[in-house]
């Protein structure tokens, strides 16, 4: 449900957080514009966009250009091949989003309630109101039903930046190397979202598990076929594993299948460490 709205600046600057707040966008941490609001709705028109707030279940109308026209603008069309968009929010907080989750989803990013309410939302769990602005990225939720699921996963507010990266930069010892095959890339996205909490690349990462490739490689030791059998059920090779099955939740086996297959590659695309140094 959209609508392009006309929008009217005075509306604007009387209410909006972040009429007062400049956006900084960045690639690989050098800046490379510092936009106001009155910018930034030039850049492309304000939407009414309804969406479902994660954060009350409940639905909300909020004035918003889309992400995407942004970054074309902004980054040019590149950054459609990037791997991933930090952002930087008014505490500090720095949550990351997969280039390709902007790809394949729509989103924008909201400056305001498009009601007379204030920008805010208001939490289920303390009833406390959270303050969205100065900016809110928000996500098509009411068709596509992959990203309602998700609930508030990618929807930071207070937002001030957005910082296009490579995973290398931000995951030094864990990334795939620059050349890695889109493969490799997919697989470590899906790593890092099952198994990375608990177990670690060249030390990086959680310790519930074993470490997975320092000083050797588990592709090396483990064969791919008995490999792929674990990662689906660990139990079926070792009856007392303290591995829970890491994909449950996903109830398309092909699905699982591709990703036992991705994370595969990027393990095998990790560097060799070089064990006489
Ligand atoms: C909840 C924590 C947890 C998650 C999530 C998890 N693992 Fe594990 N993993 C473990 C534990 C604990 C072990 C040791 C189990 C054992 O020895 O029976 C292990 C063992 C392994 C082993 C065997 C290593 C060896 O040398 O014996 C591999 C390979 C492995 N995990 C890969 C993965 C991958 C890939 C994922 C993501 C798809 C994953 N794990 C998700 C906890 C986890």
């Given at each position: 449900m959209r609508f392009v709205a006309l929008l009217i600046p005075v509306m604007l600057s009387q209410a909006s957080v972040a009429a007062s707040h400049s956006l900084v966008f960045k690639n690989a941490g050098r800046v490379i514009q510092e936009i106001q609001l009155d910018q930034l709705t030039r850049l492309s028109h304000s939407e009414q966009v309804q969406v479902i707030?994660?954060?009350?279940?409940a639905e909300h109308t909020y004035l918003a250009v889309p992400t995407a026209t942004v970054f074309d603008t902004i980054f040019g069309t590149s950054w459609r091949r990037g791997d991933e968009i930090l952002m930087t929010c008014l505490d500090g907080y720095q949550p990351s989003i997969p280039v390709k989750r902007f790809l394949e989803h729509t989103s924008w990013i909201a400056f305001n309630a498009?009601?007379?309410?204030?920008?805010e939302v208001r939490s289920r769990s303390n009833g406390k109101s959270i303050q969205l602005g100065p900016y809110y990225l928000i996500w098509e939720n009411k068709q596509d039903t992959l990203i309602r699921s998700e609930g508030e996963e990618g929807w930071p507010y207070q937002l001030i930046g957005f910082d296009l990266i490579s995973f290398s930069d931000k995951f030094p010892k864990l990334?795939?190397?620059?050349?890695?095959?889109p493969h490799a890339k997919e697989g470590f996205l899906v790593f890092r979202k099952y198994c990375l909490k608990c177990h670690s690349i060249n030390g990086e990462g959680g310790n519930v598990g074993p470490e997975?490739?320092?000083?050797?490689?588990?592709t090396e030791y483990f064969n791919e076929k008995w490999l792929k059998i674990w990662l689906k059920d660990p139990s079926l090779i070792r009856r007392n594993s303290k591995m829970p099955a890491p994909f449950l939740a996903v109830k398309d086996p092909k699905k699982v299948d591709r990703m036992i297959q991705q994370i595969i590659t990027y393990l095998k695309s990790i560097p060799k460490l070089r064990l006489s140094q």
């Open positions: 707030n994660p954060v009350d279940d498009a009601d007379p309410n204030p920008f990334a795939p190397p620059l050349g890695a095959s997975l490739h320092a000083p050797v490689n588990v």
